[in-house]
T-cell receptor, first 115, second 114 residues
Framework: KQEVTQIPAALSVPEGENLVLNCSFTDSAIYNLQWFRQDPGKGLTSLLL?????REQTSGRLNASLDKSSGRSTLYIAASQPGDSATYLCAVSRGADQAGTALIFGKGTTLSVSS | EAQVTQNPRYLITVTGKKLTVTCSQN?????MSWYRQDPGLGLRQIYYSMNVEVTDKGDVPEGYKVSRKEKRNFPLILESPSPNQTSLYFC?????????????FGSGTRLTVV
């Protein structure tokens, strides 16, 4: 059964720091991995999608990497800002040998950036 | 604008009173899913649909029903809500090509059952 773990659960940094959020998964047979942002009580906003054949994706100050063989992904945030404060969720799609179309989510990393 | 629309955003109801949460997407996506989010448990799939008239159970389907009569709509039905169904619910959709395209989520429905 696929399990997704995110470390750390919470992170507090001063504005301007570069930071890394970690995501690990137990089954490497995935279609893709998606990073989401969730503001308190709000919906999920997709940040980056990494296809199973890709190693990384970049969008602005965000860079996500994927190492399927080791079951790991990292989300790198450059020059953090207070507006980056939110919970970041990592999700993998089910592998080809599993029924369903679900995303399996980690429990998230709650980031707080102070000014 | 491409989006998944859920209604209502907030709902307080009493135990046993049937309710429906609507979900609609305008992207012509084949796949649609419902998730619930609970503190400490994260997001878990309730039901999913691979296309019109094709639905199946997710990880936590007990107490819920769904239907997919049209491609764009995927309502979530609680026939007899109970307090343990108090949660934040999300609808999501994705195209058939899940490898290259990710999921789009709605803004959520916060349900309280008293």
């Amino acid at each position: 059964k696929q399990e997704v773990t995110q470390i750390p659960a919470a992170l507090s940094v001063p504005e301007g720091e570069n930071l890394v959020l970690n995501c690990s998964f137990t089954d490497s047979a995935i279609y893709n991995l998606q990073w989401f942002r969730q503001d308190p009580g709000k919906g999920l906003t997709s940040l980056l999608l990494i296809q199973s054949s890709q190693r990384e994706q970049t969008s602005g100050r965000l860079n996500a990497s994927l190492d399927k063989s080791s079951g790991r992904s990292t989300l790198y945030i450059a020059a953090s800002q207070p507006g980056d404060s939110a919970t970041y969720l990592c999700a993998v799609s089910r592998g080809a040998d599993q029924a369903g179309t679900a995303l399996i989510f980690g429990k998230g990393t709650t980031l707080s950036v102070s000014s | 604008e491409a989006q998944v629309t859920q209604n209502p955003r907030y709902l307080i109801t009493v135990t046993g009173k049937k309710l429906t949460v609507t979900c609609s997407q305008n992207m012509n996506h084949e796949y649609m899913s419902w998730y619930r989010q609970d503190p400490g448990l994260g997001l878990r799939q309730i039901y999913y649909s691979m296309n019109v008239e094709v639905t199946d159970k997710g990880d936590v389907p007990e107490g819920y029903k769904v239907s997919r009569k049209e491609k764009r709509n995927f309502p979530l039905i609680l026939e007899s809500p109970s307090p343990n169904q108090t949660s934040l619910y999300f609808c999501a959709s994705s195209p058939r090509d899940r490898t290259n395209y990710g999921y789009t989520f709605g803004s959520g429905t916060r349900l309280t059952v008293v």
